[in-house]
C-alpha cells in the first residue's frame, strides 16, 4: 500500500473519531444542561420561624390569670408547604415547639388529688401558712404539628401579605407548677413542683390558628379546641393567645444537583 493511501486512511479514521467525539460532548452538555435547569421552588409558608404572645385563660375570678405575665413561646424549627396554586395557595405543616407560662394570683397555689386540680389560698403546698407568694405559675411544653390553609400574595415573601388558618395539634411534654417568694422568717424560695398526674392537663392539644404578616413579619392568634386540662377534673378553660412572630424566609429556588463541566 502506497504511502498516499494510508495517509488518506488516516484522516478518515481522525475525522471519524472527531464526529463522533464531538457527538458525545454534545449529549452529554445537553444532559448536564436539562439536570441543572430541574429547580425545586421554595415555597414559603407561615410557621418556620419564632412566636411569642400573651396569653389568658379566658375566665374570671378563680381561673383568671395575670396575661401581661403569661406567656407562649413558639420555636418552629421546619416547615413544608404542599402548592395548590403555585405559591399563592398551598398547605403548611411542619414541627416545632411551644412554652406556655400561665400565671395566677400571687395567693394561689395547685391541689392536685386523684381526679381533680383546684387553684387555692393559703399555699398549704409550703408548709407555711405566713409564706409570701410572689410568683405562681403552671408551665408547660408542648411539641407541635400545624396543618394550615396558606394564602399568599406574591411568589416573593418579602412584600407578600400572607394568611394562614388552620389548626395546630400537640402533645405534652412537661408540665410543673411553680412557686416563688418568701418564707415567714424571711428566706426566699423558688419552688418547681412536679405531679405524677401532670396537673391532670390534658396529654394532647388541639388550638385553632390564625396567622397573617408582611413579609417576614406577623401576627397570631389561637383557640384551645379541647381546653387546658382534663374532662371532669376542672371547669372547662380554653385559653387564648395573641401575639407576633418572625417568619424564615425562603429566597429563590434552589437546584437539584450541582453543575458540572464535562471534557472529552
Known amino acids: 500500500m502506497s504511502i498516499y493511501k494510508i495517509l488518506f486512511s488516516a484522516l478518515i479514521i481522525l475525522n471519524s473519531n472527531l464526529s463522533f467525539s464531538q457527538k458525545i460532548k454534545t449529549t452529554l452538555n445537553s444532559r448536564v444542561d436539562s439536570t441543572t435547569s430541574d429547580e425545586k421552588n421554595l415555597y414559603n409558608a407561615q410557621w418556620q420561624g419564632f412566636d411569642i404572645g400573651f396569653m389568658s385563660t379566658n375566665k374570671s375570678d378563680q381561673w383568671s390569670n395575670k396575661i401581661i405575665q403569661s406567656t407562649s413561646i413558639g420555636l418552629n424549627v421546619f416547615e413544608y408547604k404542599i402548592p395548590l396554586f403555585k405559591q399563592y395557595i398551598g398547605i403548611t405543616s ?44 403552671l408551665n408547660l411544653g408542648f411539641f407541635q404539628i400545624p396543618l394550615l ?29 411553680r412557686l416563688q417568694g418568701k418564707y415567714s422568717n424571711g428566706d426566699k424560695f423558688n ?17 385553632g390558628m390564625v396567622r397573617v404578616a408582611y413579609g417576614p413579619f406577623g401576627l397570631f392568634g ?32 434552589k437546584k437539584s444537583r450541582k453543575e458540572k463541566k464535562v471534557t472529552l
Open 149 to 177: 390553609l396558606d394564602f399568599s400574595t406574591k411568589k416573593s415573601q418579602k412584600k407578600s401579605i400572607s394568611l394562614a388558618v388552620g389548626v395546630v395539634g400537640g402533645i405534652r411534654l412537661f408540665t410543673n407548677h
Open 222 to 253: 389561637t383557640y384551645s379546641l379541647n381546653g387546658l386540662f382534663k374532662k371532669d377534673a376542672v371547669e372547662k378553660i380554653s385559653p387564648i393567645s395573641i401575639g407576633v412572630s418572625f417568619n424564615a424566609q425562603k429566597t429563590g429556588s
Open 94 to 137: 411542619g414541627l416545632g415547639f411551644n412554652f406556655k407560662t400561665y400565671t395566677f394570683g400571687d395567693d394561689y397555689s395547685f391541689i392536685s388529688t386523684d381526679y381533680k386540680i383546684d387553684l387555692v389560698t393559703g399555699n398549704p403546698s409550703l408548709y407555711d401558712a405566713s409564706a409570701t407568694v410572689k410568683y405562681s405559675t
Open 191 to 207: 419552688n418547681v413542683i412536679i405531679d405524677n398526674k401532670y396537673f391532670h392537663t390534658n396529654l394532647l392539644s388541639l388550638d
